[in-house]
């Protein structure tokens, strides 16, 4: 019941010093002295002329956009050593219509055995490894996508 009690006078004195720190603050002018009767204004309601401190011109470079570009390799095969992949593209260009390439690829440090050109549509790309999967020989076939 104490705290009730306390609570309560406490917000009756806290109350009117909370209101009165609400209040805008108000800028006098000599003319209001003058006319009491004309409107009050308040500081933030008068725009402030910019100082040349206010005032910053930046000159924005303006770049053409990135353009993303994406191709599709359809990949065959990978392999730890050089001869065992030109053993399996030359194998490979016997069954296949396709130009075939090699190339040592750094990121699974493998040489890799790719079907050249690469692909501009994924699609495109999709049909190509979906006819090698028909042939037991290229059932590992695959698609990387290349974004540059």
């Known amino acids: ?83 065992k992949a030109e053993e399996f593209a030359d194998a490979a260009r016997k069954e296949l219509k396709n130009k075939i390439e090699i190339s040592f690829s750094n990121n699974v440090n493998l040489y890799v055995v790719q079907l050249s050109p690469p692909y501009s549509e994924k699609q495109e790309a999709e049909r190509v490894r979906n006819e090698l999967w028909k042939n037991y020989k290229f059932k590992d076939a695959w698609i990387l996508t290349v974004t540059k």
């Open 1 to 83: 019941m104490t705290k009730i009690k306390f609570i309560t006078t406490a917000a009756v004195f806290a109350l009117p010093l909370l209101l009165s720190a609400c209040g805008g603050t108000k800028q006098v002018t000599e003319e209001q002295k003058q006319n009491p009767k004309s409107d009050s204004v308040y500081v933030f309601d008068q725009p402030m002329a910019p100082t040349q401190k206010d005032t910053l011109e930046v000159q924005p470079k303006v770049s053409p956009p990135e353009l993303e570009v994406k191709y599709y390799i359809v990949q065959i095969g990978a392999f730890t050593t050089k001869e």
